[in-house]
């Protein structure tokens, strides 16, 4: 098959390209410039000419996406900003929504051989972190997120910007299917991953660099000045980058899924479970927090996973110490004051 992934240079897109070309399809990758393009390329070279790049410079542009849809079989719709330093609601929920929206646009027009777009929406679709020990399921919104956007405006926190942009994305997409009802030969399947973590794969030149998911793990485990015990009060679940580009791909061609959210995750944690783990792999780990002390404790909410195990039959995803593991190898692999 061929398949489109936007923003193919991100975090994720760069194991779902690498996933879908294993699987021997076609990608076509858009990034925002040429520059973008050439590590791609390197790093897809053993797939010869199976593995193209196309720049769209700006996805919120009407028409961005016209020429990129055309011949493909299904589009990977990942490109959005996951910044926790944006100012402004816009800076997040244009590029979210106009993207979104821009994509099936196009994929209406001119994407006659599409059968399925998946959207990456996310996790901070869903939860509501207010409303404790919940478990949150398909139907569940994150709407208070939106709310707060609407009260405070660019004065929420950038957390709460991040999470109304994926609400708005998602629900636009959701949206865009009820009022082209019978107008377009495709469906759509949103998955929805809580935060990803792992090694990445794409052009990541120093730790000052990460993408947010992962620097936010690093800072975790090495900034000495946070709060022990803030980290036994965070909780949240987690998927390996891995098996998330796993899910995608089988979204991408599983038959029935169509018109459904998929909430993909392996297993809720807290920030202190991260730091043991880690701890228990390396003991110079500097921050140490209050070990062992979220050992047992109930997650903070729950996330109902039976859906996407039905549909993939992935029960087993790869275990928190596997994740802790590799991501610790990773950061090795920069100079520390990098
Ligand atoms: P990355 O930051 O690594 O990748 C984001 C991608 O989106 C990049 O290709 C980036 O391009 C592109 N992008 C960002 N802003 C814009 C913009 N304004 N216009 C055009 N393209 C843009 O993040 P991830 O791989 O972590 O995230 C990918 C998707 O997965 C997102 O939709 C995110 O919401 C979702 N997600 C991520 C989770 C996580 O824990 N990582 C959890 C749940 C969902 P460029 O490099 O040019 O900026």
Known sequence: ARVLVTGANGYIAAWL???????????????????????????????????????????????????????????????S???????????????AVRGTLGVLESAKNFGKSIRRVVILSSGAAVVQPAKDHTVFDESSWNDAAVEELKQ??????????????????????????????????????AVNPPFVRLPPIHEVHSLLELNASMEMMYKMLNDTQSDAEALSRFSGWYVDVRDIAAALSQFARAPD?????????????????IVDAANETDPTIPVKGVPGATKGKPPGYTFSTSRAARVLGMQSYRSLETTVKDSLDYFKTFPAST
């Open 81 to 95: 900003p996951v910044r926790l330093d944006a100012r402004t609601a816009n800076e997040l929920v244009d590029p």
């Open 257 to 273: 899924v169509g018109g459904q959210r998929f909430i993909v995750a392996a297993g809720p944690l807290f920030w202190q479970d």
């Open 152 to 189: 405070k405006g660019d004065a929420a926190s950038p957390l709460t910007l991040y999470r109304a942009s994926k609400v708005l994305a998602e629900r636009s997409a959701w949206e865009f299917m009820e009022s082209n009802k019978g107008l377009v030969s495709w469906d759509i399947v």
């Open 17 to 79: 390209c690498r996933g879908h070309l294993e699987q021997g399809d076609y990608v076509i990758g858009t990034v925002r410039s040429v520059g973008k393009g050439a590590y791609l390329k390197k790093l897809f070279a053993s797939y010869g000419n199976k593995f193209e790049v196309v720049v769209v410079e700006d996805i919120t542009k009407p028409g961005a996406f016209d020429e990129a849809v055309k011949g493909v079989d299904a589009v990977q719709h990942t490109a």
